[in-house]
């Protein structure tokens, strides 16, 4: 999760389109980050809602705050 934290929107990219087989080379994404991770939408060509959502969470030393 760090490495991809620190990865820049088209190394990011990439990465996504060698471990996702769903990743077109013309789609795009966006990258939302909030309190414990980043949201990424993807994107078909012009179109304006997302065909998929994945969430990256920072790694959290106390699990029991997941409890709550």
């Known amino acids: 999760m760090d490495e991809i934290m620190k990865m820049k ?3 990011f990219f ?3 389109k ?8 013309t789609d ?3 990258v939302v980050p909030f309190e414990h991770g980043i949201k990424v939408l993807y ?3 012009n179109q ?7 969430v ?3 790694k959290m030393d106390n699990m029991n ?3 709550k």
Do not use: A, F, G
């Not at 060698?18 to 080379?25: F, G, I, R, T």
């Open 43 to 45: 994107y078909h060509r």
């Open 18 to 25: 060698e471990y996702d087989s769903l990743v077109k080379p």
């Open 28 to 30: 795009s994404i966006e």
């Open 65 to 67: 705050s997941l409890k």
């Open 56 to 58: 990256y969470l920072n």
């Open 9 to 11: 929107k088209d190394e």
């Open 48 to 54: 304006k809602k997302p065909y998929k959502t994945q």
């Open 14 to 16: 990439n990465y996504l």
